[in-house]
Protein backbone atom coordinates (compact mmCIF):
# COMPACT_ATOMS: atom_id res chain seq x y z
CA UNK A 1 0.00 0.00 0.00
CA UNK A 2 1.31 3.35 -0.94
CA UNK A 3 0.91 6.52 0.70
CA UNK A 4 0.24 9.21 -1.41
CA UNK A 5 -0.59 12.75 -0.63
CA UNK A 6 -3.58 12.20 -2.15
CA UNK A 7 -4.25 9.65 0.98
CA UNK A 8 -2.63 11.91 3.39
CA UNK A 9 -5.35 14.28 2.65
CA UNK A 10 -8.12 12.01 2.62
CA UNK A 11 -7.04 11.29 6.02
CA UNK A 12 -6.62 14.24 7.25
CA UNK A 13 -9.90 15.30 6.00
CA UNK A 14 -11.46 12.12 7.61
CA UNK A 15 -9.54 12.84 11.19
CA UNK A 16 -10.53 16.17 11.10
CA UNK A 17 -14.60 15.45 11.12
CA UNK A 18 -14.18 12.89 13.36
CA UNK A 19 -12.74 15.14 16.03
CA UNK A 20 -15.51 17.23 15.35
CA UNK A 21 -18.06 15.38 15.18
CA UNK A 22 -16.51 13.94 18.93
CA UNK A 23 -15.59 17.60 20.14
CA UNK A 24 -19.79 18.47 19.93
CA UNK A 25 -19.57 16.25 23.46
CA UNK A 26 -18.11 19.10 24.80
CA UNK A 27 -20.13 21.88 22.98
CA UNK A 28 -23.37 20.38 23.66
CA UNK A 29 -22.34 19.53 27.15
CA UNK A 30 -23.09 15.71 27.48
CA UNK A 31 -22.70 12.45 25.73
CA UNK A 32 -24.78 12.18 22.08
CA UNK A 33 -24.10 8.92 20.66
CA UNK A 34 -24.90 9.27 17.33
CA UNK A 35 -22.08 12.01 17.22
CA UNK A 36 -20.20 9.49 18.54
CA UNK A 37 -21.01 6.81 16.28
CA UNK A 38 -20.24 8.84 13.25
CA UNK A 39 -16.86 10.22 14.98
CA UNK A 40 -15.78 6.29 15.23
CA UNK A 41 -17.51 5.40 11.72
CA UNK A 42 -15.48 8.13 10.27
CA UNK A 43 -12.26 6.78 11.94
CA UNK A 44 -12.84 3.03 11.07
CA UNK A 45 -13.46 4.21 7.54
CA UNK A 46 -10.23 5.80 7.77
CA UNK A 47 -8.48 2.63 9.19
CA UNK A 48 -10.25 0.76 5.87
CA UNK A 49 -9.10 3.68 3.68
CA UNK A 50 -5.47 3.68 4.74
CA UNK A 51 -4.61 -0.24 5.57
CA UNK A 52 -7.23 -2.40 3.10
CA UNK A 53 -8.61 -3.34 5.89
CA UNK A 54 -10.81 -6.14 6.19
CA UNK A 55 -12.09 -5.38 2.25
CA UNK A 56 -8.66 -6.14 0.53
CA UNK A 57 -7.23 -4.40 -1.96
CA UNK A 58 -9.23 -5.97 -4.30
CA UNK A 59 -12.25 -3.94 -3.36
CA UNK A 60 -10.99 -0.66 -3.14
CA UNK A 61 -13.52 1.33 -5.25
CA UNK A 62 -16.57 -0.36 -2.95
CA UNK A 63 -14.52 1.05 0.09
CA UNK A 64 -14.76 4.37 -2.07
CA UNK A 65 -18.38 4.29 -2.27
CA UNK A 66 -19.16 3.54 1.24
CA UNK A 67 -16.86 6.21 1.84
CA UNK A 68 -18.14 8.71 -0.02
CA UNK A 69 -21.83 7.29 1.20
CA UNK A 70 -20.78 7.40 4.06
CA UNK A 71 -19.93 11.05 4.12
CA UNK A 72 -22.75 12.25 2.15
CA UNK A 73 -25.25 11.34 4.33
CA UNK A 74 -23.84 12.86 7.14
CA UNK A 75 -24.03 15.69 5.05
CA UNK A 76 -27.83 15.26 4.40
CA UNK A 77 -28.76 14.45 8.55
CA UNK A 78 -26.84 18.06 9.26
CA UNK A 79 -29.38 18.88 6.54
CA UNK A 80 -32.16 17.95 8.25
CA UNK A 81 -31.48 18.63 11.65
CA UNK A 82 -28.18 20.25 12.38
CA UNK A 83 -27.40 24.13 13.38
CA UNK A 84 -27.94 26.02 10.63
CA UNK A 85 -27.40 29.77 11.88
CA UNK A 86 -23.75 30.78 11.47
CA UNK A 87 -23.58 32.86 14.55
CA UNK A 88 -23.69 30.45 16.91
CA UNK A 89 -20.98 28.11 18.14
CA UNK A 90 -22.76 25.14 16.83
CA UNK A 91 -23.85 26.67 13.60
CA UNK A 92 -20.55 27.48 13.05
CA UNK A 93 -18.96 24.43 13.81
CA UNK A 94 -21.43 22.58 11.02
CA UNK A 95 -20.98 24.67 8.42
CA UNK A 96 -17.00 24.39 8.83
CA UNK A 97 -17.71 20.49 9.39
CA UNK A 98 -19.70 20.51 5.80
CA UNK A 99 -17.06 22.44 4.31
CA UNK A 100 -14.59 19.66 5.02
CA UNK A 101 -16.89 16.73 4.47
CA UNK A 102 -17.55 18.43 0.68
CA UNK A 103 -13.72 18.35 0.33
CA UNK A 104 -13.75 14.74 1.45
CA UNK A 105 -15.95 14.00 -1.01
CA UNK A 106 -14.40 15.84 -3.78
CA UNK A 107 -10.66 14.00 -2.65
CA UNK A 108 -12.50 10.41 -2.52
CA UNK A 109 -13.47 10.98 -5.84
CA UNK A 110 -9.80 11.63 -7.05
CA UNK A 111 -8.92 8.72 -4.99
CA UNK A 112 -11.28 6.61 -6.70
CA UNK A 113 -10.31 7.68 -10.06
CA UNK A 114 -6.48 7.85 -9.47
CA UNK A 115 -6.62 4.06 -8.02
CA UNK A 116 -8.86 2.95 -10.95
CA UNK A 117 -6.00 4.30 -13.96
CA UNK A 118 -3.50 1.69 -11.84
Known sequence: MTVTPLRIVVALLAIATALIHFSLLIFLGGFDLPFVMNGVGYLALTFAYLTDVP????????LHLLFIGYTGITFLAWVAIG?????????????????????????????????GNR
Open 83 to 115: EKNPATLLGAIGYTDKIIEVLLIVALVFSLRQE
Open 55 to 62: LGANRRPL
